[in-house]
C-alpha cells in the first residue's frame, strides 16, 4: 500500500468575486519509506499541495489517502517544516524539539533522551540549552527538522525548508537531511524550486507546471544513497537535471 497517494487532486480558491484554479489535476502516489522530490517554478501550487496531504487545506476536488485512509484533518503522524522555522524565541532549543510532545498523551520520559539524540544527529548538541535567537538561519533549520521528526512521523514533509539559506549553507543542510533521513528511515516529500536540490535528496524527482501546477514529468533517481555532493558533477545527474530545466525552458518558466 501507498504511504501517500493522490487522485485527481484540484484546488480552487474564491478570490473578490472570482476563482483561482491553483493546482491540478494532480494524480501520484509515494511508497513507504521513498523520498518524492517535487520541483516547480514560483506560484504552481506546490504549498497548497503539501498542506492538503498534511490535511490543513481541503481539496476541491480529488482524493487524498495515507497509509489506505481518506485525509479528513490535520494528519497526526506527519512532520512538517516550512521555509520559516516556526522556532518559539522564549524556549531553549531542546524544549523547541519536546513542543510537539506536549500535544501527545503518553509522550514517555525517554523523550528528553531522543530529543538529544536528535539535536546530536542534526550536529546542534551543544545548542541545546541556548536560545532560538542566538543560532543562525542553518542551525535553526536543523532545530526545525529536530522537532518534525521528534515524534516519530511516517512522512516528513518539507516545504522549501532550505531556500532562505545561503548557498553554502544550503548545500551543508542538503548534506545533514540526508543523513537524518536514512537514520530515521522516515517517507519523505520535498517540495523545493531548487533542480540540483531536487535530485540530490530524492530517490524519484515531479516536476510541476505553472499555475495550475500539474505534473510534467517524473524521473527517477538512480545514484544510491547516501551521496556526496560531488555526485552533482556526474555527467548522469548533469543530464537529469537538464531534462528537467528543458521543461521550464519549454513552457517559458526559464528563459535564456
Ligand atoms: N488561501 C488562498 N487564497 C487565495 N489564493 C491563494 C491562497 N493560497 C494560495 N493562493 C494562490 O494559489 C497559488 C498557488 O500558491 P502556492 O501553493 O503558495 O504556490 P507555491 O508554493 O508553488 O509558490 C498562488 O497564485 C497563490 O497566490
Ligand atoms: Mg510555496
Known amino acids: 500500500m501507498s504511504a501517500i497517494r493522490l487522485d485527481n487532486v484540484e484546488k480552487t480558491f474564491s478570490v473578490g468575486d472570482g476563482e483561482l484554479h491553483a493546482l491540478g489535476p494532480v494524480s501520484f502516489s509515494i511508497e513507504p519509506g521513498e523520498r518524492l522530490a517535487i520541483v516547480g517554478p514560483s506560484g504552481c501550487g506546490k504549498s497548497t499541495l503539501l498542506r492538503i496531504i498534511a490535511g490543513l487545506e481541503e481539496a476541491s476536488a480529488g482524493t487524498v489517502t495515507v497509509d489506505g485512509r481518506a485525509v479528513t484533518g490535520p494528519l497526526a503522524g506527519a512532520g512538517i517544516v516550512f521555509q520559516r522555522d516556526l522556532l518559539l524565541d522564549w524556549r531553549s532549543i531542546i524544549d523547541n524539539v519536546m513542543l510537539p510532545t506536549e500535544f501527545r498523551r503518553n509522550a514517555g520520559s525517554g523523550s528528553r533522551t531522543r530529543a538529544r539524540a536528535l539535536l546530536d ?17 542553518g542551525m535553526r533549520q536543523r532545530v526545525a527538522i529536530a522537532r518534525a521528526l521528534m515524534c516519530r512521523p511516517a512522512m516528513l514533509l518539507l516545504d522549501e525548508p532550505f531556500s532562505a539559506l545561503d548557498a553554502l549553507t544550503r548545500d551543508q543542510m542538503n548534506v545533514v537531511l540526508q543523513r537524518v533521513q536514512t537514520a530515521e528511515k ?30 510534467l514529468d517524473e524521473i527517477e533517481v538512480p545514484f544510491p544513497q547516501p551521496r556526496r555532493l560531488a555526485v552533482r558533477e556526474d555527467p548522469a545527474f548533469a543530464e537529469i ?5 528543458l521543461h521550464f525552458e519549454r513552457t517559458g518558466v526559464l528563459v535564456e
Do not use: C, K, N
Open 241 to 245: 537535471a537538464r531534462r528537467i530545466r
Open 186 to 215: 522516515v517517507t519523505t516529500l520535498l517540495i523545493t524550486h531548487s533542480i540540483q536540490e531536487a535530485v540530490f535528496l530524492s530517490d524519484r524527482v515531479l516536476v510541476m507546471s505553472s499555475r495550475p501546477g500539474r505534473i
Open 121 to 137: 544527529e542534526l550536529g546542534v548538541g551543544e545548542f541545546a540549552e541556548r536560545s532560538p535567537w542566538e543560532l543562525s538561519g
